[in-house]
Every structure is written in C-alpha cells, then in structure tokens.
C-alpha cells in the first residue's frame, strides 16, 4: 500500500545541498574579504591617520577576543584541575594578572557607555583621552612607547620620596649599626649608585619590623610606594597597606613562577613587560640589559620570604633609579 510507504530524500541529494551551501558561504565570506580589503586600502590612501586608528582598534577587538578564550581556558584547566593561581605556570599566572588590570581599567568607560545615546560621548572620550580610558589592545605602535614612557614619568615621580622615606626611618631602628648601613645605603642611591642584590639582602631583617615592615611603614611612605605600583594613593590606610601587600606578593608569586620557566624562555616583549612591571622603564632598553636588571631583581626575589614583602616593594625603586645612570 503506497500510503504506508515514506519517501525520503536520497543521501546524494543531501550531500548535495550541504556542500552547495558551504559553497555559497565561502563564497560569500571571499566576497566579503575582498570588499573590505578594497575598503581599507582606500582608507589607508585618503585618510592615512583614520586608517591607523580603525587598524589599530581592529586588531585590538581580535586580540581582545583572543585573549577572553585563553582566560576562559585558564580558568577551566584551575577549576578541573583545582589549581591556585599561584601553582600557574608564569605565563598564565602573568596573563590573569594583566587581563584583571585591562577589565578596571575598562570598567568606567562601561559604566559610561550604559545610558541610551551615550555612545558619542563615549567615542569623544576615548578619542581624547587614549591613554586614560583604553586598554592596551587599542594602542597603537608608538602609543604603546608613549603611554608607558607617561606612565613611568609618574611613578618616576615617587622614587625619591621613596628613597627619603627610607632614609627618614632609619634613626628609629633599634641599633646603632642598623642606622648607618641603612643611611649609608640610601645615600648612595641618592648619589646616582645602584646598589648591589648582596646589599639589599644583607638588609631584609631591617624591612621586616618597625619601622620598615609594610603594616608599621609611614602613610606618605605608602602612598609613594603605591605609585611606584600604579595604585591609587586615595584610600584610607589600611586599605592602602593591604593593596600594596597584596599586590607585591603577587609579584613575588610571579618572581617564582619566572624562575621555574626560565629567563631564556621569554621574548623580548616579555622581558621588557617584566621589567617594567618590577619598576624599571625598559621601553628604550635592549634585551641583554633587561635580562641582565630581571637576573637582579629575581636573586633578590626568589630568595625573601612573604615577611620581607617591603623589602621587595622598596627594591622596586632602589634597583632601578639609577640602573640607566649606572649603565652609561
């Protein structure tokens, strides 16, 4: 009987229509590509510095969203595996810290960008203050140079109060001889010398009490230290000195992890990204002298323990003021 009998389409044909369709599609995407490489190749010829600035922000939306899948995979490998952020290896642990920063960082202009029509404003604002409101990702070439040469200026700033903070504490330390290492060792940084590691260590019981240790530290003495770390100064105290502690040994945390994988894993790129997250302006800096500072800084690093995180904060200013000036 016909009417018990269901006709289907034979497999051929189904084949058929699915290979048409990505056909089509590729066809299409092809299409697509050529149009906006024509588009682009006309910006780049009529509107050269608009050019720049939709290539620039362009190749930040996909760096952007590539960076979002590889936190995703992060998180899902911590949560499978039920591994801390301390038991990362660097380069993950590194990525986490930076992307956390990029997401602050961003959040204002979010919040901005929230209310009906306020998207012009937006644009204006990030137009007009790149460095302020954009994340890494948007900046272009020689905007990466400037900003971080900006940003340093600022931090720049505090080195010295740093330097005086320390100095101004040592008549209270509780022996004589403690009292003149230290002034000796902050009048040498004064005078444009970059002390040595073996020095700095030799000190570590100093920075671990009053009146050296993060908790017993002068307000001015944290606010300046703060700076050097690109945290807001404009908190109450004891907000400040947990920021400050909680930041520096995240620091000390990576210092570990960089260890383990080794200085001569790192590009380029990253060795002057680590330098100058540890205090030390490395944007005109070749590779030998950020490798040579970074071997420095994490003999001193991986050798204190979470106690002497002041130790490691102050270090922030005392190896690296005068490291160009030593260097020539």
């Known amino acids: 009987m016909w009417g018990g009998v269901c006709f289907s389409r ?33 910006l780049e010829r009529t509107f050269p510095r608009f050019y720049v600035l939709y290539a620039t922000f362009t190749r930040g939306v996909q760096m952007l969203f590539l960076e979002v899948k590889e936190i995703r995979k992060i998180k899902s490998k911590m949560h499978h595996q039920r591994l801390s952020v301390q038991q990362l290896p660097y380069r993950d642990m590194e990525r986490l810290r930076q992307f956390r920063r990029d997401v602050i960082k961003a959040l204002p202009i979010g919040i901005i960008a929230i209310p009906p029509f306020a998207n012009f404003l937006v644009i204006v604002l990030m137009y007009f203050f790149p460095r302020q409101l954009l994340i890494r990702y948007f900046w272009t070439p020689n905007q990466q140079v400037e900003f971080l040469d900006a940003y340093d200026s600022i931090r720049r700033g505090s080195y010295p109060h740093v330097v005086e903070s320390i100095a101004l504490a040592a008549p209270s330390l509780p022996e004589p001889h403690l009292q003149k290492l230290l002034q000796e060792l902050c009048a040498e940084v004064q005078r444009g010398c970059q002390p040595r590691v073996a020095e700095l260590y030799a000190m570590r019981n100093v920075f671990s009490g009053p009146p050296l240790a993060l908790n017993k530290l ?22 400040l000195r947990h920021r400050l502690r909680s930041h520096v040994l995240e620091i000390r945390h990576l210092d570990r992890a960089l260890l383990r994988l080794g200085l001569g894993q790192l590009s380029e790129e990253e060795l002057k990204a680590a330098c100058y997250l540890r205090g030390l302006n490395s944007t005109h800096l070749g590779t030998a002298e950020c490798r040579a500072w970074l071997e420095q800084w994490l003999g001193l690093s991986c050798k204190l323990q979470a106690s002497e995180a002041s130790l490691l904060a102050n270090s922030m200013v005392l190896l690296s003021l005068n490291y160009l000036r030593a260097k020539a």
């Open 10 to 42: 034979p497999p051929s044909c189904c084949l058929s229509a699915k290979a048409g369709s990505r056909s089509l599609l590729a066809s299409l995407a092809s299409k697509a590509k050529r149009l906006n490489g024509r588009d682009e190749r006309f």
């Open 218 to 239: 002068q307000v001015a003495h944290v606010k300046a230290l703060s700076r050097v770390l690109f945290l807001t100064p404009h908190l109450p105290a004891f907000l």
